[in-house]
């Protein structure tokens, strides 16, 4: 079984500054993807950022770079020069490829607030 | 380039009827993933499907059954429904079953 954690439910950031958002996951599974999604208030899960266990340098896309650490097993998100729009719902998901299917474990996320 | 869509956007019904969701996927995309989001919660998945066939299934009740239509069109049903069924229930479309899953806005059920 897969199983993601994270542990802060809340963060604060002051605007342009950079954030740290913290995930761990347990799988025994030697293939996964690790994902980020932004969930601003209106529902709708938004792609952000994806790593391949194989994948031998971290992730970046933007303002977002994945900070992976295969050994601790963590997959922290960290966000550069903070934005008010950044302000959400944040959750880190693993994928689970069993035969010819893909399923999503998510955490239980952490509420963003970018403050001016 | 229309994205994921879904509907209705609000229902309301009480205990013991059945509901009906749907999900049209994103243009090129022929796989729908169905998740449950409780208040406060991370999503959980409930089915994936493909080729119009159930592939993989979370941990949820046969009272949840679905269907795929041959344009890849989806529906998520709930019999019987519980108080606690109560969620946001999103949508996701992949171009394979095994590809990134884009995200519709999501159908907000509440039971009472």
């Known amino acids: 079984a897969q199983k993601i954690t994270q542990t802060q439910p809340g963060m604060f950031v002051q605007e342009k500054e950079a954030v740290t958002l913290d995930c761990t996951y347990d799988t025994s599974d030697p293939s996964y993807g690790l994902f980020w999604y932004k969930q601003p208030s209106s529902g709708e899960m938004i792609f952000l950022i994806y790593?391949?266990?194989?994948?031998?340098q971290n992730a970046t896309e933007g303002r977002y770079s994945l900070n992976f650490q295969k050994a601790r097993k963590s997959a922290n998100l960290v966000i550069s020069a903070s934005q008010l729009g950044d302000s959400a719902m944040y959750f880190c998901a693993m994928s689970s490829d069993s035969g010819s299917a893909r399923q999503l474990t998510f955490g239980s996320g952490t509420q963003l607030t970018v403050l001016p | 380039d229309a994205g994921v869509t879904q509907s209705p956007t609000h229902l309301i019904k009480t205990r013991g009827q059945q509901v009906t969701l749907r999900c049209s996927p994103k243009?090129?995309?022929?796989?729908v993933s169905w998740y449950q989001q409780a208040l406060g919660q991370g999503p959980q998945f409930i089915f994936q499907?493909?080729?119009?066939?159930?592939?993989q299934r979370g941990n949820f009740p046969d009272r949840f059954s679905g269907h795929q239509f041959p344009n890849y069109s989806s529906e998520l049903n709930v019999n019987a429904l519980w108080l606690g069924d109560s969620a946001l229930y999103l949508c996701?479309?992949?171009?394979?079953?095994?590809?990134?899953?884009?995200f519709g806005p999501g159908t907000r059920l509440t039971v009472l």
């Open positions: 499907y493909y080729e119009e066939e159930e592939r």
């Open positions: 243009s090129g995309h022929d796989t």
């Open positions: 790593q391949g266990s194989y994948d031998q």
């Open positions: 996701a479309s992949s171009r394979t079953s095994l590809d990134e899953q884009f």
